[in-house]
């Protein structure tokens, strides 16, 4: 027979009693759990969309809407492809790679998806040689500080297009496929597949990026303006900036360059979800506020209602010997094992719900975060031990005549 | 053993005072076995309690032995009454959620023996009570003669030298009584102290000195009894 | 009489286009010649300046007429060249200047040496035109860079013709020796007196020979004394790996970014 003893047997007399309290502590436990988890994942989600693409700036039809960097071609809406020339012979600086694409739906094996037009490097060679007329121009601006003639850092193997978003080479009847695509119809390097009507050959097969580029096919973009009767248009144009600071300047140029087209930065498209991840953590400031209040003072509601029904008990354990700490330490210990049952469950309860609704809510993946959920519980136990601090010492200033009192 | 100089105890209710408890000199010898009498309300358990270290006395001191109780501390007199005074109570006072052998093993657990020889010595004290099939019932599972055996053995758990019992006898029937004094009269022989606060007559003969309690006031009853012979 | 004078100033509009258009048709008609006409240019040393068009809009009609007239007031030194890039005939020709998707109209002057020394889409200017022409050795430097040249240019002083020592280190690297192309001129050549001046050298300053070091698309890597050591001109093409000063721009390379594993250029 322990203190530990006491407490559990008291604590199973009556389960229900402290199930309420239980299911208080955790389910603002698991709100603050689920919420900082998909604050931090969306958070470094925006970090890294900003590291890769930071540099990146989008052009867009003028009256396409944004929601997503990664399917912000998909906006339905065109651009002549010659304001690709356009930035090209302007000379802008810090324009490292453009990109530009033209997405059209289509069909493979029944299946639905998007067809992307894309412009190989290759063919940017031509024009990267027009920006050595900019060095003897009578101009006020230079082109591109950077000298292209050291070795591209960059792969330039097909599949490189999943994390640099260009490609090398890539032939006019030559597709590379998306991972999921790849996985769905079970498409492998040298197939060949009728697209628009027209044959292929897939050259690969893209590693997984977690983006809707996952679930497309790439073709040489002058092919799909054919095949697609679109003409010389494109969706979009992703312009890749060499540095963050220099596509800073980028933007208000090429807004200037194009005025019939839309100009934005990664930061712009991540405002939003910006704005989202400080919402949501201020809104776990607010749960953290509401399990403090409701938490503590459900617990110590319970713990008072405690004390007052076993006041006798109290009492009793006095009259044997019991001191004041024994005493305070009975409820201050249940409320410790009520604090960590709430915290835990709320843990279990919060990682299951972000990891479950994390890609619906915030479209990113989210695995469990272990120190998050540790500080979680500990948050929990110092609430729960806060409240019943007063109650267990009113408890151990009870009158132990209490004993004698008759029923 | 006990010794209450100038003890009075009042309390103040409303703006009134009541006195709970006068006593000018009272002494309760060592190995006596000593019933009070009185009426409910009369402060019986005030007497009890301060008797116990657990209610001060507004005036006056309570010495136990050479131990002026209440100017120990509050976790000094807690510690003399698990190692010297066991306490009966007239509803027994079990803790509903624990079993008749864990009722038992709690002053053990206060005085901080290992749970094993509290187990050890719990059930041999149950036993000792003849309830030694009845370990693992909780209170709730006992009848009412078991119950106060059960709260009997806790009072024995730490070896008290003083028995404080507040109407032992008031709940139970004509044998279970018998049992708990017989008991008492056991003690007795052995040499405890055993002060017993009663409105049983025949529990109160069975007392060396019986005393009575009215209004607070402590006198003795009939006058002083001659001790009983052994 | 207002009237009257509004009329005949629509009139002579109407004509000047029915002139104009049949003239660019006629320049079209000759179409299938273009690649032989510029050859041709190239050797009576002169400039070649191309006007793609897709459409006989005003806008191209405009870019025509100061390109015809910017061209026969220079006619000792340069020629015109319109070419219709949706015909078929002007396939070559169009995918030899990769401007197929280019916004037209897009003007492009050629030097004798087949350097692209100006595009000017949509419009063109006659200063434009001016500017367009260079002097030989800036041709040359151009004509090496729009290969995807490194280009050492050596500023001789009058009494030597020496290549200095750290360029020759490069010329026997194979790492570079396929990379790049030397040029070099006097300092006292008036010819190249706007070069100096672009180069920002001072003609007075040269006592012997010294380097600018050019890599493509443009950039101006740095100018070299004779002693100047191909280490540090090769530190400072690595260093031209950065466009800016930004420690955080992604083309912070290591030293290994001088090493030749850049096959697209070669």
Request: net charge neutral; charged share 20%; hydrophobic share 45%.
């Amino acid at each position: 027979m322990t203190l530990r003893t006491i407490v559990w047997k008291e604590i199973w007399q009556r389960p229900s009693a402290v199930a309420t309290c239980v299911l208080a502590i955790l389910l603002g436990v698991a709100a603050l759990v689920a919420i900082r988890h998909v604050t931090v994942f969306a958070e470094r989600e925006v970090g890294r969309q900003l590291q890769t693409l930071g540099a990146n700036i989008l052009v867009l039809p003028k009256a396409a809407s944004l929601q997503d960097y990664y399917s912000a071609d998909q906006n339905g809406m065109t651009l002549p492809e010659e304001h690709v020339s356009q930035i090209m012979l302007a000379g802008l600086t810090g324009v490292e790679k453009l990109s530009p694409r033209l997405c059209v739906p289509a069909a493979l094996e029944g299946a639905e998806l998007t067809l992307v037009g894309i412009l190989p490097q290759a063919e940017f060679q031509t024009k990267e040689a027009w920006q050595t007329v900019t060095l003897f121009q009578k101009k006020a601006h230079v082109g591109c500080k950077k000298a292209s003639c050291g070795p591209k850092p960059e792969d330039s193997s097909p599949e490189a297009l999943a994390t640099q978003r260009t490609i090398e080479q890539l032939r006019d009847h030559e597709i590379v496929v998306g991972a999921d695509v790849g996985q769905q119809l079970r498409l492998k390097p040298g197939m060949s597949v009728d697209l628009l009507g027209d044959k292929f050959q897939i050259l690969a097969v893209l590693p997984p990026t977690g983006t809707v580029d996952d679930g497309r096919i790439f073709a040489h973009l002058h092919i799909v303006q054919k095949l697609a009767k679109s003409g010389e248009v494109v969706s979009a144009i992703e312009v890749m900036g060499c540095c963050e600071d220099a596509a800073g300047d980028l933007v208000p140029q090429l807004a200037e360059l194009l005025p019939d087209s839309r100009v934005v930065t990664i930061s712009q498209v991540v405002q939003t979800q910006v704005g989202v991840n400080r919402l949501m953590a201020r809104s776990s400031l607010f749960v953290l506020v509401v399990l403090v209040l409701v938490g503590g003072i459900s617990v110590a509601s319970a713990i008072s209602s405690n004390v007052r029904e076993r006041r006798r008990e109290i009492g009793t354990l006095m009259a044997l010997g019991a001191t004041p700490r024994f005493i305070s330490g009975l409820f201050l210990l249940k409320a410790a094992w009520l604090g960590l049952a709430g915290g835990v469950g709320g843990c279990i309860v919060g990682v299951a719900l972000a990891v479950w609704l994390g890609p619906q809510w915030a479209g990113v993946a989210i695995s469990p975060l272990l120190d998050l959920a540790a500080i979680a519980t500990v948050v929990a136990l110092t609430i729960t031990l806060l409240a019943a601090y007063w109650p267990a010492r009113q408890a151990a200033r009870l009158d132990p005549c209490t004993c004698f009192q008759e029923v | 053993m006990f010794r209450l100089e100038n003890v009075s105890k009042i309390y103040s209710r409303r703006g009134s005072e009541v006195r709970a408890l006068c006593a000018d000199s009272l002494e309760i010898p060592t190995g006596s076995y000593v019933a009070i009498v009185g009426p409910s309300g009369s402060g019986k358990s005030t007497l009890l309690s301060m008797l116990g270290g657990m209610l001060s006395p507004t005036l006056g001191r309570v010495w136990l032995g050479d131990v002026s109780l209440y100017d120990l501390s509050v976790v000094e007199r807690a510690r003399l009454r698990r190692e010297k005074i066991g306490f009966v109570f007239q509803t027994f006072n079990l803790v509903p959620y624990l079993t008749a052998v864990e009722n038992v093993q709690i002053p053990l657990c206060l005085s901080g023996m290992p749970s094993d020889d509290q187990f050890a010595r719990a059930a041999a004290l149950l036993e000792r009570v003849g309830l030694a099939e009845r370990l693992n019932h909780r209170p709730s599972e006992l009848s009412i003669g078991q119950q106060q055996r059960v709260a009997l053995a806790r009072t024995l758990a730490n070896s008290p030298s003083v028995i404080l019992a507040d109407e032992p006898t008031g709940n139970l029937d004509a044998e279970s009584r018998r049992v708990v004094l017989d008991f008492f009269d056991e003690l007795h022989r052995d040499g405890c102290t055993i002060v017993m606060v009663t409105h049983d007559a025949i529990a109160a003969e069975k007392a060396d000195r019986q005393l009575s309690i009215s209004n607070g006031a402590v006198s003795p009853l009939f006058g002083e009894q001659p001790a009983k012979a052994a | 009489m207002k009237r009257n004078i509004a009329i005949l100033a629509y009139a002579l509009a109407i004509c000047a286009s029915a002139i104009t258009r049949p003239a660019l048709a006629q320049r079209a008609a000759g179409a299938g010649n273009s690649q032989q006409a510029l050859a041709a240019a190239a050797r009576d040393q002169k400039y070649t300046f191309i006007v793609f068009y897709k459409d006989n809009g005003p806008a191209t009609q405009a870019t025509a007429q100061v390109v015809q007239s910017g061209v026969d007031s220079r006619s000792d030194r340069a020629t015109a060249l319109f070419v219709d890039a949706n015909s078929p005939a002007e396939k070559a020709l169009v995918d030899r200047f990769g401007v197929s998707r280019a916004p037209m109209p897009l003007t492009i002057a050629v030097a004798p040496n087949g350097a692209i020394t100006g595009m000017f889409p949509k419009k063109v200017t006659d200063e434009q035109i001016g500017n367009a022409f260079v002097s030989p050795t800036m041709a040359q430097c151009m004509k090496s860079m729009q290969e995807g040249k490194i280009v050492f240019v050596c500023i001789q002083p009058s009494a030597s013709d020496e290549i200095p020592p750290a360029v020759q280190d490069f010329q026997r690297d194979p790492q570079f020796q396929n990379r790049m192309s030397v040029v070099s001129f006097r300092v006292t050549d008036a010819a190249e007196a706007e070069f100096l001046q672009q180069l920002k050298i001072d003609a007075a300053t040269v006592r012997q020979p010294t380097t600018a070091f050019l890599a493509p698309p443009g950039v101006l890597i740095g100018k070299y004394g004779y002693t100047a050591t191909k280490a540090e001109m090769a530190a400072a093409l690595h260093k031209a790996g950065q466009c800016c000063d930004d420690p955080n721009c992604k083309h912070a390379h290591g030293p290994q970014a001088t090493k030749n594993s850049d096959a697209k250029r070669n």
